[in-house]
Nanobody, 124 residues
Framework: QERLVESGGGLVQDGGSLRLSCAAS????????MGWFRQAPGKEREYVAS????????NYADSVKGRFTISRDNPKNTVYLQMNSLKPEDTAVYYC?????????????????WGQGTQVTVSS
């Protein structure tokens, strides 16, 4: 059974850092573009960052550009999101997703598999 599991979320102070991980089982990530999305209470799920199958292309939402870095380790079947200079407005449940193909997709609709999410809370 295909499964994505996020980890690394938690409570951090304004300006702090966290590193999220997304590990796959039953699913090879090496041929897929991967993305991170987030959803705050009362808001729609929004795009955060994405990476193509070999890590050669990345994209970021304007709100996180320069602060977050997406990366991947295909032999470990894992994708990461390094989050620095965190702000209270970054508070949300963060989801990783595996794309239907190998590109760095920005659209939620291009992702075929989703994790259960990990909570990130940034206190002011």
């Amino acid at each position: 059974q295909e499964r994505l599991v996020e980890s690394g979320g938690g409570l951090v102070q304004d300006g702090g850092s966290l590193r999220l991980s997304c590990a796959a089982s039953g699913l090879s990530l090496g041929i897929r573009g991967m993305g991170w999305f987030r959803q705050a209470p009362g808001k729609e799920r929004e795009y955060v960052a994405s990476i193509n199958w070999d890590g050669g292309s990345t994209n970021y939402a304007d709100s996180v550009k320069g602060r977050f870095t997406i990366s991947r380790d295909n032999p470990k079947n894992t994708v990461y999101l390094q989050m620095n200079s965190l702000k209270p407005e970054d508070t949300a449940v963060y989801y990783c997703a595996a794309g239907s193909g190998g590109y760095s997709y920005l659209s939620l609709s291009r992702y075929a598999y989703w994790g259960q999410g990990t909570q990130v809370t940034v206190s002011s």
